[in-house]
Nanobody, 123 residues
Framework: QVQLVESGGGLVQTGGSLRLSCAASGRTFSSYAMGWFRQAPGKEREFVGGMGWSGGSTYYADSVKGRFTISRDNAKNTMYLQMNSLKPEDTAVYYC????????????????WGQGTQVTVSS
């Protein structure tokens, strides 16, 4: 069982930065592939990016590539999403997710989800 708690959301102006954190419970965090998703009002949830358990390879959606960076600290059971050059279209609830298989995370069917944190980018 893994419990995920996101934090770090808030209101920021266009061009600003935020760093989201996803704290995971459990002693097997390092075994899990992790991902970030977001859902804007009236839109489907979309995959933002993620990484496998080792953190060796990181994948990003084209819409955030070059602006967002995902990292993880297995010693702290925490994953991060550094968001730079934020745009109004980045406004959404951001969720972290975990699964033993990265392909399952990327497909949007991870076993574990956090509760989400709101990110609002004002123009």
């Amino acid at each position: 069982q893994v419990q995920l708690v996101e934090s770090g959301g808030g209101l920021v102006q266009t061009g600003g930065s935020l760093r989201l954190s996803c704290a995971a419970s459990g002693r097997t965090f390092s075994s899990y592939a992790m991902g970030w998703f977001r859902q804007a009002p009236g839109k489907e949830r979309e995959f933002v990016g993620g990484m496998g358990w080792s953190g060796g390879s990181t994948y990003y959606a084209d819409s955030v590539k070059g602006r967002f960076t995902i990292s993880r600290d297995n010693a702290k059971n925490t994953m991060y999403l550094q968001m730079n050059s934020l745009k109004p279209e980045d406004t959404a609830v951001y969720y972290c997710a975990a699964d033993l298989q990265f392909r399952t995370v990327k497909a949007g069917r991870p076993r574990y989800w956090g509760q989400g944190t709101q990110v609002t980018v004002s123009s």
